[in-house]
């Protein structure tokens, strides 16, 4: 997302579709949610933007880079009072590979959703945090 231009967001019908690089270098066309379309429009008009201007920019008008905008996840994190842990930006996938999994998502969805071509990829993202609470039960009464 911190390499897309403006012209890489376009309409399909109700669609808003974002073509963006991923890791390896292939292209990906992905589906933003109308409201996030809707306010990235009004910023690209209102800053003026060119077809390849960057989607994006930091307050100071510069395209993000992946570490800047990992570092501004972390600011929001503890500015919301998120502290336990440091949040950047890819913590974000592991949780939701893990919110899709208890969901009830299949693992090859959650893959195809993380951009992974290897599904067993997606054992280190997901988290089974109902698992772990299982175990530690079984262990306490074991220990009673």
Known sequence: VCNANAEDLTF???????????KGGRSRTIT??????????????IREARPASPL???????????????????RLAVKAGITRLPVRAHVLRHSIATLAIAAGV??????ALLNHSDISTVQRYV???DA?????????????
């Open 12 to 22: 399909d019908g109700g669609r808003a579709l974002l073509a963006v690089v991923v």
């Open 132 to 144: 772990v609470d299982a175990a530690r039960e079984v262990v306490r009464e074991a220990l009673r």
């Open 106 to 111: 299949d693992i090859p969805a959650v893959a």
């Open 32 to 45: 933003l949610d109308a409201g996030l379309a809707q306010r990235i429009t009004m910023a690209l008009a």
């Open 56 to 74: 994006i920019v930091s307050e100071q008008g510069h395209r993000y880079t992946r570490t800047a905008l990992s570092e501004m996840v972390r």
């Open 127 to 129: 988290h089974r945090e």
